[in-house]
């Protein structure tokens, strides 16, 4: 068929950093994800032309929300202490968020300058706060609660970063993801001053790219 070239496997071919869709054989079901383009079926022939397949943001919002609330909402381990927990609650709320239809970028703004008072230039943690913390981690629960955690943060990001969503808002969900695993790293050094910068500038960059016309730091 003129102007139309069979699909390929995407498992085995390098496509770069094109946009790619998913398209679905209207004859045999199959569904491959390619480079935007005209195609026809390889197993079904050029009469079978492959339509784009229709994903549906808003579901895979949803579902990525639920996720997120039954692997890490509110589940690092937290006796003795409120102002760790509260910091990562904050990075989690703009994940959350972010799966909202359209985010409402002055509650993640407000989400961002908490951890700006921590993270930011002027921040950082007193060595009290680590008190709390330091008794924490002594505890016998602490370390199988917080690797259950951890992994379940990962899970999470390898969910995120498979979702078929605006590349734009998965980079701030991503971000805010990195973000919580910063500060996971951060507290756990008992160092106050050892604040996870490379993952606050990434996620203060993605809402900063997300919301170009309100974004100011």
Known sequence: MQGFTPDKDSKTTNFGCKLMRVYRCPKCG????????????????????????????????????????????HKFPKDHIALHE???SCAGDIYREMTRKT?????????????????????????????????????????????????????????????????KRKRVMVAALDMIEGLVRWFESLDPYKYPKAEFDALTDAIANYFPEQFYE
């Open 30 to 73: 199959r569904e491959v994800e390619l480079p935007e383009g005209d195609y026809y079926c390889k197993v079904c022939g050029p009469s079978a032309v492959m339509v784009k397949a229709l994903i549906d943001e808003e579901l895979e919002l949803e579902r990525l929300f639920r996720l997120q609330n039954d692997l890490i909402e």
């Open 86 to 88: 509260y910091l990562i």
């Open 103 to 167: 985010p409402y970028y002055y509650y993640i703004n407000e989400k961002w300058s908490t951890l700006a008072g921590y993270c930011g230039r002027f921040g950082g943690l007193r060595k009290g706060d680590y008190e709390e913390l330091a008794m924490l981690m002594r505890e016998p629960y602490y370390k199988p609660k917080r690797d259950v955690y951890m992994k379940n943060l990962e899970r999470l990001k390898d969910e995120t970063r498979k979702a078929r969503i605006d590349e």
